[in-house]
């Protein structure tokens, strides 16, 4: 069965410094993998997606990740916090030939202090 | 620009009531899905859609059930709503590689 494992609930950074936030899947062939972020009492915003192409893909806001097969992980990173990046942070994976389903891991939420 | 829209933002249903909760899309997407947020357990999907009439249940299907009579239109039901129901609603409709949500319905049961 696909999944998906976000190995934190909740990261805190200080402004400035780097951003990691890690996802682990399980998907029997490639999958799609993407990157969603929630802030507070807003919708779901696409940060950036993974559709076998380029491994390591940029996306909005300065985030990037990179797909890694062998460590089945899809981290996703930003050199520099700044404090409107505070927001939950959802790692996706669509498996392949399922009909567009996608599974949600259980989220990172994200703290920037000052 | 592209649009999921949810007819309500914020519901309070009573205990035993039959709920309708309504997506339209204007994206010509054949794939439409609902899913409830919980805090700490991420979005779980209830139920998902890849074309009219077609309809697959998702992990959390019980107590649940859906209508796609047209391709723009997902409606979600809870056909006898309990408080255990009371949750964050999103609907979302994709094209190959991206998913657009709605802006969510949070559902009250008392």
Known sequence: AQSVTQLDSHVSVSEGTPVLLRCNYSSSYSPSLFWYVQHPNKGLQLLLKYTSAATLVKGINGFEAEFKKSETSFHLTKPSAHMSDAAEYFCVVSPYNQGGKLIFGQGTELSVKP | ?110
């Not at chain 2, 999907?45 to 009579?69: A, T, W």
């Open chain 2, 1 to 110: 620009d592209v649009k999921v829209t949810q007819s309500s933002r914020y519901l309070v249903k009573r205990t035993g009531e039959k709920v309708f909760l309504e997506c339209v899309q204007d994206m010509d997407h054949e794939n439409m899905f609902w899913y409830r947020q919980d805090p700490g357990l991420g979005l779980r999907l209830i139920y998902f859609s890849y074309d009219v009439k077609m309809k697959e249940k998702g992990d959390i299907p019980e107590g649940y059930s859906v209508s796609r009579e047209k391709k723009e239109r997902f409606s979600l039901i809870l056909e006898s709503a309990s408080t255990n129901q009371t949750s964050m609603y999103l609907c979302a409709s994709k094209d190959p590689t991206e998913a657009f949500f709605g802006q969510g319905t949070r559902l009250t049961v008392v």
